[in-house]
C-alpha cells in the first residue's frame, strides 16, 4: 500500500470541441492512474469527462470562451498546476483565440509540462506517473 504522503499531482485538461471525445477516451483510458491525482478542466471539458468516468475528482472551472481558459492560467501563475493537457483544434477558428494563445503563452513562461496533442499527452502522462506515483 501507498503511503498517504504521496505527492498528488494536480494537472489542468483542456479540449477544443472536435477534440473532446479524444480526451475523454484519454481520461477513460488512463483513469486507473489519474484516480490519484486532481483534475482542474474548463466546464464543458471537465463535465465531459466527469460524465464518462465519475470517480474521477474533476474540478469544473468556467467554459473556456467564458473565461476557463484564463482561470487555468491563473492557476499556472500561482503555481497550482504540474501539467496542462490541452487538445487543441488547430483546423477551427476560436473567438476567444486570444485566451488560448495566454493560456499556452503562460504554460511556456512558468515551464509547465504542455501537451497540445494526443501523442504528446501519452507521452507526458507516461513519463509523470512514472515519476510520482498516484495513491
Ligand atoms: O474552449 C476551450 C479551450 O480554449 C475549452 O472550453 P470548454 O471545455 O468549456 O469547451
Known amino acids: 500500500m501507498k503511503s498517504p504522503t504521496t505527492p498528488v499531482l494536480t494537472l489542468a485538461f483542456v479540449a477544443h470541441d472536435a477534440k473532446k471525445d479524444q480526451m475523454v477516451e484519454f481520461a477513460k483510458r488512463h483513469a486507473e492512474a489519474l484516480r490519484g491525482h486532481r483534475i482542474v478542466a474548463t466546464g464543458t471539458t471537465g463535465g465531459?469527462?466527469?460524465?464518462?468516468?465519475?470517480?474521477?475528482?474533476?474540478?469544473?472551472?468556467?467554459?473556456?470562451?467564458?473565461?476557463?481558459?484564463?482561470?487555468?492560467?491563473?492557476?499556472?501563475?500561482?503555481?497550482?498546476?504540474?501539467?496542462?493537457?490541452?487538445?487543441?483544434d488547430p483546423l477551427s477558428p476560436m473567438p476567444h483565440d486570444v485566451d488560448v494563445k495566454a493560456l499556452m503563452r503562460l504554460a511556456l513562461v512558468y515551464n509547465v509540462p504542455m501537451a497540445l496533442n494526443l501523442a504528446t499527452a501519452e507521452a507526458l502522462l507516461t513519463d509523470l506517473v512514472a515519476t510520482v506515483p498516484d495513491r
Open 48 to 88: 465531459k469527462v466527469k460524465e464518462a468516468a465519475p470517480h474521477l475528482p474533476v474540478r469544473l472551472l468556467k467554459s473556456g470562451p467564458l473565461g476557463g481558459d484564463q482561470q487555468i492560467g491563473a492557476l499556472i501563475a500561482e503555481s497550482g498546476i504540474d501539467a496542462l493537457f490541452f487538445f487543441v
